[in-house]
């Protein structure tokens, strides 16, 4: 199993920036893939970014050239380095990592985004 904790979150005005930080505890070895994913009031939870074990990144078209992912695998920790954020990026963002097939997911961290 795995146990994963955002933090980071909090009120920006448009054009500023956040990191989040996700830390993983428990079977943190046998990760495979791990990801931001953000669920805005009325909406659907849609994939922010991803990473994998080996370092590839995708990024969903709204983010890219703004939003960076990474991981410390020697922390077990995944960051989400967020910059120009906008209005639309207020949500709640979920880390998610993949262990053998199945999905964990933290808690969630706000990101306000002010106009």
């Given at each position: 199993h795995?146990?994963?904790?955002?933090?980071g979150?909090?009120?920006?005005?448009?054009g500023g920036?956040?990191?989040?930080?996700?830390a993983a505890?428990?079977?943190?070895?046998?990760?495979?893939?791990?990801g931001?994913?953000?669920?805005?009031?009325?909406?659907e939870?849609?994939?922010v970014?991803?990473?994998?074990s080996?370092?590839?990144?995708?990024?969903?078209?709204?983010?890219k050239?703004?939003?960076?992912i990474?991981?410390?695998?020697?922390?077990n920790?995944?960051?989400?380095q967020?910059?120009?954020?906008?209005?639309?990026?207020?949500?709640?963002y979920y880390?998610?990592?993949?262990?053998?097939g199945?999905e964990y997911?933290?808690?969630?961290?706000?990101v306000t985004?002010?106009s």
């Amino acid at each position: 199993h795995v146990q994963l904790v955002e933090s980071g979150g909090g009120l920006v005005q448009a054009g500023g920036s956040l990191r989040l930080s996700c830390a993983a505890s428990g079977d943190t070895i046998c990760i495979s893939a791990m990801g931001w994913y953000r669920q805005a009031p009325g909406k659907e939870r849609e994939l922010v970014a991803g990473i994998t074990s080996l370092g590839s990144t995708n990024y969903a078209d709204s983010v890219k050239g703004r939003f960076t992912i990474s991981r410390d695998n020697a922390k077990n920790t995944l960051y989400l380095q967020m910059n120009v954020l906008k209005p639309e990026d207020t949500a709640v963002y979920y880390c998610n990592g993949v262990l053998h097939g199945t999905e964990y997911w933290g808690q969630g961290t706000q990101v306000t985004v002010s106009s």
